[in-house]
């Protein structure tokens, strides 16, 4: 029996719930294979690329290359990525996302029981809903660790969320949280590890041309178009963090990053921008990546590896990737703060 289990089974029966027990903090990452093999890596990409609202071209079309082309070439490149990151607790999204609850449950002291969970993979959020209801929890936030909003996340978590609720007769008490694009706690965090890590490797000259770039997962233009406001809640994270490092104008450049398949994706693109930089001659690049609570794959692999050796093939000499996620006081400080906020009236 887990922890949390415990804590609900503590102040109420688990087959119905009166309000005593503690409410249920749920902090929802994206997911991750269960091992760096070929074989995990299918079974979790099967499952996030066949939801809809991932790739929302129709099940008949997708199917097909899904099944016939993606998932027969796509797993064993992804595998031998994930073990160039891979940790002895598993992978870094997983082993983070852990290390956040823990934390957020001893930050919150007792007043709310905080479960880990997958939308993709396990623990599967469907699933850890079932435990809690099935443990007395009545009464549930479901944070999802996203600071900016788009449909391809958030609302996907959600969508797990009405699937649980059309399959109960018997209803939690659930508050669904959107995301923090500027929150004053979360700016804080990011400004913080900055600022730590120019004062350990020295500030960035932008006089003389180096750059911050605040790198994010890009979504496609046809999903901007048609109305996500993510790439408006990553530009007003950038404006912030920018104003609250004071630096000059054009110092810090919005990018994206993680493209997928032929379709236009948002720009300008990360690894286009920081091999345009070392060409141009740009002495230093630093890279921080707002959009991931946590590190994993996109962060460790994908810029640390790959886009510093672009950098440096291109001519550039320094590559600075700024961790300030993970386990750091100023990342849990910021779910905190979230998590607060959806208890509002539940907790003190």
């Not at 609250?244 to 810090?252: E, K, N, V």
Request: charged share 25%.
């Amino acid at each position: 029996m887990s922890a949390s289990e415990n804590d609900c089974r503590r102040s109420a029966p688990p087959a119905r719930g009166d309000g005593a027990q503690p409410p249920a903090v749920v902090l929802v990452n994206l997911g991750t294979p269960a091992a760096p093999t070929t074989r995990d890596v299918r079974a979790y990409l099967r499952e996030f690329l066949s939801d809809r609202r991932v790739i929302e071209m129709s099940p008949l079309l997708w199917r097909p290359i899904l099944e016939g082309i993606i998932l027969r070439v796509r797993p064993a490149r992804t595998a031998e990525k994930y073990r160039t990151v891979w940790m002895d607790e598993g992978s870094p999204l997983m082993h983070y996302t852990r290390s956040q609850a823990r934390l957020l449950q001893d930050a919150l002291g007792g007043a709310a029981v905080v479960r880990p969970a997958m939308r993709y993979g396990a623990p599967n959020l469907f699933d850890v809903l079932d435990e809690l209801y099935a443990a007395g929890c009545r009464r549930v936030v479901v944070l999802p660790a996203y600071p900016q909003y788009s449909a391809t996340t958030v609302a996907s978590i959600n969508d797990v969320v009405a699937r649980w609720l059309q399959q109960r007769r018997d209803h939690l008490d659930l508050r669904l949280a959107r995301s923090f694009p500027e929150s004053a706690t979360y700016i804080e965090a990011l400004a913080t590890a900055l600022e730590a890590h120019w004062s350990e490797h020295g500030r960035p000259d932008f006089a003389a041309g180096d750059r911050l770039l605040a790198s994010y997962h890009s979504i496609p233009v046809a999903m901007h178009e048609a109305g996500d406001p993510y790439r408006s809640e990553c530009e007003a994270t950038s404006r912030a963090l920018a104003a609250r490092l004071g630096l000059p104008a054009g110092a810090l450049e919005t990018t994206f990053q993680s493209v997928f398949g032929p379709a236009q994706w948002l720009t300008p693109a990360t690894i286009d921008t920081v091999a345009a930089l070392g060409g141009a001659g740009a002495g230093r690049v630093d890279v921080v990546c707002p959009g991931f609570m946590a590190d994993c794959l996109e962060t460790l692999e994908e810029i640390d590896q790959l886009n510093r050796e672009t950098f440096h093939k291109a001519g550039g000499r320094e590559f600075h990737y700024i961790r300030w996620g993970n386990d750091s006081p100023g990342a849990v400080a910021a779910l905190l703060d979230e998590a607060r906020r959806a208890l509002a009236g539940w907790i003190d």
